[in-house]
């Protein structure tokens, strides 16, 4: 009986040791171990990219304008005088621009609105036209062809004033032009901040009919303009 519970004191004894060694031994593995630092999950909508984000800028360039305007009017005597003019005319243009840009992998998605100032303007027999500024609100859809550089088509809606009269000193009437837009361009990423790039754009403007006393005008202006871009990206 004393030898019996002598071996089971001893198994006892036995069994812990060995648990403490196993512990101390499992202990000393773990501590040289790497220690695999935790990374948090970015979300899929965070915008974690170089081209996410507003940013806003100013633009410059050249563009030409198809002017085609019609001058009509009817005198107190019930006489109709009419005048047809459809010219061309060239200019700087230049205005500022804000947008905002998302990026899903190499596809970029925005949109952007900017105005223009110009000096586009034109007298052809005896009617003068003018447009003295234009903006267009598009959408930009584009690939990111590598890490700072963007190539991208753009589209959506245009609007303005177009000035159109008596070239020999009768009234000039403006009228509120609205229309379309459509065009692409390029971007590179000098810096984290600072973007530039080169657009084209097409502008097709239509102005209504206004009647004015005896006098009635209707105008519409398609314009075509290149020109480069600097932008400040927050």
């Known amino acids: 009986m004393i030898k019996f519970y002598r071996s089971r004191r001893y ?4 069994v812990s040791c060995l648990s403490l060694l196993a ?31 507003l ?4 633009n410059a360039g050249y563009g030409g304008a198809d002017f085609i305007a019609n001058f009509t009017e009817t005198d107190p005597l019930g006489d109709f005088h009419s005048l047809s003019a459809k010219h061309s005319a060239n200019s700087m243009v230049g205005g500022a621009h804000l947008g905002y840009n ?19 303007k034109s007298t052809v027999d005896g009617v003068e036209t003018k ?3 234009f903006g267009t609100t598009r959408l930009r859809a584009g690939l990111t062809l590598a890490e700072y550089l963007l190539i991208y088509g753009t589209g959506g809606v245009a609007y303005g004033h177009v000035k159109v009269g008596d070239a020999a000193g009768g ?6 032009a609205v229309g379309w837009t459509i065009g692409g361009g390029v971007e590179y990423m000098l810096a984290p901040n600072i973007v530039i790039g080169a657009e084209y754009l097409h502008v097709d403007l239509d102005g209504p009919t206004v009647t004015t006393g005896f006098e009635t005008i209707g105008s519409r ?6 020109r480069g871009r600097l932008s400040y990206k927050f």
């Open 221 to 226: 202006v398609p314009v075509d303009l290149v």
């Open 11 to 14: 198994f006892t004894v036995t």
């Open 23 to 53: 512990s101390w031994t499992w202990q000393v593995q773990a501590a040289d171990l790497p220690v695999k630092p935790l990374v948090a999950k970015a979300s899929p909508f965070t915008p974690a990219c170089a081209w996410c984000g």
């Open 171 to 176: 009234a000039i009437f403006t009228t509120p």
């Open 131 to 133: 447009l003295p500024w």
């Open 55 to 58: 940013y806003f800028g100013a």
């Open 102 to 120: 998302y990026v899903f992998g190499n596809f970029l998605v925005g949109a952007e609105t900017d105005v223009s100032m110009t000096g586009i």
